[in-house]
């Protein structure tokens, strides 16, 4: 990468308001300039599926809309004047694993779709390694801790050139339990 920071288009696929979202925001606005472009409202399970057309609402971070992960990414890289070197797309609450699964997720949906429109991806995932989705207490700060890192070193290294979307599941633990 250059001097300059990295352009990244930020999306996931349960929805503007999740948990997972703003932990990457919050993490990669650190190390790149981060848009987000996503759903308005939950849309696991959706694959890469696509809508004909579309309503956007205009959100603090980007843009909130009303349709598909796959067509929140379409969106901004169509319709957006942004060039985006990389699109990350989570962090899903509960890991994608499995090709059954994978092909269903959303969140790898995201991803997919970026690499058909010639961006390259990451497609992140949380899990609870004993309760499998992590439970409602539990922060995202390791899986966005490992995202931040993934991209730094991925763009540092021009690792993306190569790869069109890796899919990670990053583990939630004990330590990031909420204090209340």
């Known amino acids: 990468m250059t001097d300059s920071q990295a352009q990244v288009l930020l999306t996931n696929d349960d929805g503007v308001g999740a948990a997972g979202l703003a932990a990457l925001y919050e993490e990669l606005r650190a190390v790149a300039d981060v848009t987000v472009v996503a759903p308005v409202e939950n849309q696991s399970g959706v694959g890469r599926a696509r809508s004909r057309a579309v309503d956007v609402d205009n959100h603090e971070w980007g843009h909130a809309v009303h349709g598909t ?36 997720s959303g969140t790898v949906g995201a991803a997919v779709e970026a690499a058909y429109l010639g961006v390259p991806a990451v497609a992140v995932s949380a899990y609870h ?5 992590p439970p409602a207490e539990f922060t995202f700060e390791t899986p966005a801790t490992a995202t931040r890192r993934l991209v730094t070193a991925g763009l540092d290294r021009c690792v993306f050139a190569r790869v069109d979307y890796p899919s990670g599941n990053a583990p939630v633990e004990a330590e990031t339990r909420l204090r209340v």
């Not at 390694?129 to 989705?133: C, I, K, N």
Request: proline content about 5%.
């Open 69 to 104: 992960p796959a067509d929140c990414v379409a969106y901004a890289l169509r319709a957006i004047e942004d060039d985006f070197d990389l699109v990350v797309s989570g962090c899903n609450h509960g890991p994608n694993c499995g090709e059954y699964i994978m092909s269903h």
């Open 129 to 133: 390694r004993e309760e499998f989705f």
